[in-house]
T-cell receptor
Framework: GAVVSQHPSWVICKSGTSVKIECRSLDFQATTMFWYRQFPKQSLMLMATSNEGSKATYEQGVEKDKFLINHASLTLSTLTVTSAHPEDSSFYIC??????????FGPGTRLTVL | GENVEQHPSTLSVQEGDSAVIKCTYSDSASNYFPWYKQELGKGPQLIIDIRSNVGEKKDQRIAVTLNKTAKHFSLHITETQPEDSAVYFCAASKETSGSRLTFGEGTQLTVNP
């Protein structure tokens, strides 16, 4: 199956700093990339959708100035959490979408903000 | 918008038994229904999917059925094994949503040896 990688797999940072998470589709070109966050024992919550070379579309309630998304190529998207605070601590997961609607998910990034 | 409900939230079975997880969706325009398995601390893994032009799909011990009229679809796992223990999510999307998935709340499946 298609493989999506994320880096880093976990990160701990101090409150007020920014953190960048990379998402790469390794063996396919993702026409669309999605970013989710997931709290313990809960479902995936879509944060934003991005297409290569276009501005991301954010879900209602997601601050676009806080969660910066860049989709530079068909195989790379980045999520930057700016001025992180403890409430931003979560499991962030990206996925790559194909023209057949199938989404392949990355392994996730555990963010802990102290 | 689309709403996906998933039942049960937890399911415990004995090894070798079958497990069934059910989902209902609200938007009749939805036409793609994937199932994901998520192990603790990992990302969701696609295990099977079905499109609206098919009523049933099987892959070894896993099968999915779709009833478009009733707007529900189910995941069937036969001959369960301890390694099947995980959280399973159903989801739905439609062509006009740009592959945007709406997820169910998940089912924690525990297979007891």
């Amino acid at each position: 199956g298609a493989v999506v990688s994320q880096h880093p797999s976990w990160v701990i940072c101090k409150s007020g700093t920014s953190v960048k998470i990379e998402c790469r589709s390794l063996d396919f070109q993702a026409t669309t990339m999605f970013w989710y966050r997931q709290f313990p024992k809960q479902s995936l919550m879509l944060m934003a959708t991005s297409n290569e070379g276009s501005k991301a579309t954010y879900e209602q309630g997601v601050e676009k100035d806080k969660f910066l998304i860049n989709h530079a190529s068909l195989t790379l998207s980045t999520l930057t959490v700016t001025s992180a605070h403890p409430e931003d601590s979560s499991f962030y997961i990206c996925s790559g979408g194909t023209t057949t609607d199938t989404q392949y998910f990355g392994p996730g990034t555990r963010l802990t903000v102290l | 918008g689309e709403n996906v409900e998933q039942h049960p939230s937890t399911l415990s079975v004995q090894e070798g038994d079958s497990a069934v997880i059910k989902c209902t969706y609200s938007d009749s325009a939805s036409n793609y229904f994937p199932w994901y398995k998520q192990e603790l601390g990992k990302g969701p893994q696609l295990i099977i999917d079905i499109r609206s032009n098919v009523g049933e799909k099987k892959d070894q011990r896993i099968a999915v059925t779709l009833n478009k009229t009733a707007k529900h679809f189910s995941l069937h796992i036969t001959e369960t094994q301890p390694e099947d223990s995980a959280v399973y999510f159903c989801a739905a999307s439609k062509e006009t949503s740009g592959s945007r998935l709406t997820f169910g709340e998940g089912t924690q499946l525990t297979v007891n040896p």
